[in-house]
C-alpha cells in the first residue's frame, strides 16, 4: 500500500492555474437523496438557473478553458461533466459540450473527460456515446439496496435497482474500461464493512468515502468521532488485504501527505484548489459544495460571457483558498495534524459570524483517522525496515 504514494509538496507563490474544470450540464435532478448538499442546504439558487446548459454557454465555457490552457501552458486538463444529474442534459447536449471543448482547445492540451452520475439512466445508448468520446463514468452507490436506498430516492421508492442495472452495464467487458469508481456517501446507520463489500462486488477501479457535507451551523447526524470509528474498520480491512482490493481515495491522500506528498483533494494537505465551476446559466463559481455553508457561498459575480477565467484566479475568494497554510484557522495551527489536515474542507469550517475561519466540524473524527492511519503506516514500515534500510518516513 505503500509504494506510488510519494510526492512533494511545493510552496504557493503566485495563483495555481485551474486544472480542472467542472461544467454543470444540468442542474436537475430525478433524485431526491436526503443528505443532497445542493437541494437541500442553504444556498437555493439552482432553482432560478436553466435547467439544461445551452450549447451558447457551452461554447463560451470551451472557448475560456481553451484559453486558460494557452495562457498558462497547460498540457492537461480535465473536465468532470456534472449535474444535478448530467445525463438528463441528453446525449446530443453532452455531444455537444464535449466536442466544443476538444475543439477549442485542440492539440494545445490534453483533456481528460469524466462524469459523475447517479446511474439510473446509464444505458447501452449513452455508453456507446461515451466510448465514443473518451468520457470515463463514476457512479454514486451507498452500498446495498438497503443502505442505498435509505438516502438515494425516487419520489415513488429506492433507486437501487436501477443503479445496479446501469453499473452491470458499465462494467461488463464492452465498456468496463469507462468505469472510473464509486462514490459512496457515509451514512452511520450503514455497517462499514457490509457497504464496503456492496461496493467491492462491482469491482470498481477506485471508490471515493465521503463525509456528509456538513458545518458548524448545519452538524453532521453523528456524535464527534463516530465517522472515523466508521471508517477505520474499512481502512483495516483495505490496508492489511493481502491483495489490493481497490483504490480508496480518501485514505491514500492521507498516506501520501503523512509521507511527504502533496494531496489531489480539497480537505487532506495544504496543496492549492485548482478546480472551477460552470454553471448551467455560465457563472463562474467556485466548488458547489459551499451549497452547504450559505446562500451564494460560491458566487464570484463572474460569467463566461464577460469574464476569463484568470478574473477567478485572481479573485479575493480563490486567492483565500490557494494559501495553504496561511490558510489554516488560527485554532488550528498548533495542531500536530496542520500540515495533514489544513482544518478541514473549506466548506465543513464554515460558521455563522466566523465565515470559515474555523476549524473542521469533523476535527475529531479526523483527529483520530489521522491518528489510526500514521500508526498503522509507522508499523507498516518498521516492520520493512527489519528487512531492508528504510527509504521513507512518516510525519511526526
Given at each position: 500500500?505503500?509504494?506510488?504514494?510519494?510526492?512533494?509538496?511545493?510552496?504557493?507563490?503566485?495563483?495555481?492555474?485551474?486544472?480542472?474544470?467542472?461544467?454543470?450540464?444540468?442542474?436537475?435532478?430525478?433524485?431526491?437523496?436526503?443528505?443532497?448538499?445542493?437541494?437541500?442546504?442553504?444556498?437555493?439558487?439552482?432553482?432560478?438557473?436553466?435547467?439544461?446548459?445551452?450549447?451558447?454557454?457551452?461554447?463560451?465555457?470551451?472557448?475560456?478553458?481553451?484559453?486558460?490552457?494557452?495562457?498558462?501552458?497547460?498540457?492537461?486538463?480535465?473536465?468532470?461533466?456534472?449535474?444535478?444529474?448530467?445525463?438528463?442534459?441528453?446525449?446530443?447536449?453532452?455531444?455537444?459540450?464535449?466536442?466544443?471543448?476538444?475543439?477549442?482547445?485542440?492539440?494545445?492540451?490534453?483533456?481528460?473527460?469524466?462524469?459523475?452520475?447517479?446511474?439510473?439512466?446509464?444505458?447501452?445508448?449513452?455508453?456507446?456515446?461515451?466510448?465514443?468520446?473518451?468520457?470515463?463514468?463514476?457512479?454514486?452507490?451507498?452500498?446495498?439496496?438497503?443502505?442505498?436506498?435509505?438516502?438515494?430516492?425516487?419520489?415513488?421508492?429506492?433507486?437501487?435497482?436501477?443503479?445496479?442495472?446501469?453499473?452491470?452495464?458499465?462494467?461488463?467487458?464492452?465498456?468496463?474500461?469507462?468505469?472510473?469508481?464509486?462514490?459512496?456517501?457515509?451514512?452511520?446507520?450503514?455497517?462499514?464493512?457490509?457497504?464496503?463489500?456492496?461496493?467491492?462486488?462491482?469491482?470498481?477501479?477506485?471508490?471515493?468515502?465521503?463525509?456528509?457535507?456538513?458545518?458548524?451551523?448545519?452538524?453532521?447526524?453523528?456524535?464527534?468521532?463516530?465517522?472515523?470509528?466508521?471508517?477505520?474498520?474499512?481502512?483495516?480491512?483495505?490496508?492489511?488485504?493481502?491483495?489490493?482490493?481497490?483504490?480508496?481515495?480518501?485514505?491514500?491522500?492521507?498516506?501520501?501527505?503523512?509521507?511527504g506528498g502533496a494531496s489531489a483533494v480539497e480537505g487532506i494537505g495544504t496543496s492549492p484548489a485548482a478546480m472551477i465551476v460552470v454553471e448551467t446559466d455560465g457563472q463562474i463559481e467556485q466548488s458547489d459544495i459551499l451549497a452547504a455553508a450559505f446562500d451564494g457561498a460560491a458566487y464570484l459575480g463572474l460569467?463566461?460571457?464577460?469574464?476569463?477565467?484568470?478574473?477567478?484566479?485572481?479573485?479575493?475568494?480563490?486567492?483565500?483558498?490557494?494559501?495553504?497554510?496561511?490558510?489554516?484557522?488560527?485554532?488550528?495551527?498548533?495542531?500536530?495534524?496542520?500540515?495533514?489536515?489544513?482544518?478541514?474542507?473549506?466548506?465543513?469550517?464554515?460558521?455563522?459570524?466566523?465565515?470559515?475561519?474555523?476549524?473542521?466540524?469533523?476535527?475529531?473524527?479526523?483527529?483520530?483517522?489521522?491518528?489510526?492511519?500514521?500508526?498503522?503506516?509507522?508499523?507498516?514500515?518498521?516492520?520493512?525496515?527489519?528487512?531492508?534500510?528504510?527509504?521513507?518516513?512518516?510525519?511526526?
Open positions: 500500500m505503500i509504494n506510488g504514494l510519494i510526492g512533494r509538496n511545493r510552496p504557493i507563490k503566485k495563483p495555481t492555474p485551474f486544472r480542472q474544470f467542472i461544467l454543470k450540464v444540468h442542474s436537475r435532478c430525478n433524485l431526491a437523496c436526503t443528505y443532497c448538499y445542493l437541494y437541500t442546504m442553504a444556498d437555493q439558487r439552482w432553482r432560478h438557473r436553466p435547467p439544461v446548459m445551452s450549447a451558447r454557454i457551452a461554447d463560451l465555457a470551451a472557448a475560456r478553458i481553451a484559453e486558460h490552457v494557452r495562457s498558462h501552458d497547460l498540457t492537461d486538463i480535465a473536465v468532470v461533466l456534472h449535474g444535478g444529474e448530467p445525463l438528463l442534459a441528453g446525449p446530443d447536449r453532452l455531444r455537444h459540450v464535449v466536442t466544443a471543448v476538444r475543439g477549442a482547445v485542440g492539440d494545445a492540451a490534453t483533456v481528460d473527460f469524466s462524469l459523475q452520475s447517479n446511474g439510473t439512466l446509464l444505458d447501452r445508448r449513452f455508453l456507446t456515446l461515451f466510448d465514443e468520446l473518451g468520457i470515463r463514468v463514476g457512479v454514486s452507490l451507498d452500498g446495498d439496496a438497503a443502505a442505498h436506498d435509505r438516502a438515494r430516492r425516487r419520489p415513488r421508492g429506492g433507486s437501487h435497482a436501477q443503479v445496479t442495472r446501469g453499473l452491470d452495464a458499465l462494467t461488463g467487458p464492452e465498456f468496463g474500461h469507462l468505469f472510473s469508481g464509486l462514490l459512496c456517501v457515509i451514512d452511520l446507520a450503514n455497517d462499514p464493512i457490509a457497504t464496503y463489500e456492496a461496493l467491492l462486488a462491482f469491482s470498481p477501479p477506485a471508490i471515493d468515502l465521503l463525509l456528509p457535507h456538513a458545518n458548524w451551523s448545519n452538524p453532521p447526524a453523528g456524535p464527534a468521532g463516530a465517522y472515523a470509528a466508521w471508517l477505520i474498520p474499512i481502512f483495516d480491512r483495505w490496508f492489511h488485504a493481502p491483495v489490493r482490493e481497490t483504490r480508496i481515495r480518501l485514505f491514500e491522500e492521507i498516506i501520501n501527505v503523512l509521507l460569467d463566461v460571457g464577460d469574464d476569463d477565467f484568470d478574473a477567478a484566479l485572481r479573485h479575493p475568494a480563490t486567492i483565500a483558498r490557494q494559501l495553504g497554510m496561511t490558510g489554516i484557522p488560527g485554532q488550528c495551527r498548533e495542531c500536530r495534524w496542520a500540515a495533514v489536515c489544513a482544518g478541514g474542507h473549506y466548506s465543513h469550517r464554515y460558521q455563522d459570524q466566523k465565515g470559515f475561519d474555523h476549524r473542521s466540524v469533523y476535527c475529531a473524527d479526523l483527529f483520530a483517522l489521522f491518528d489510526h492511519i500514521r500508526t498503522a503506516l509507522v508499523t507498516a514500515l518498521a516492520a520493512r525496515a527489519a528487512a531492508s534500510p528504510p527509504a521513507l518516513t512518516v510525519i511526526p
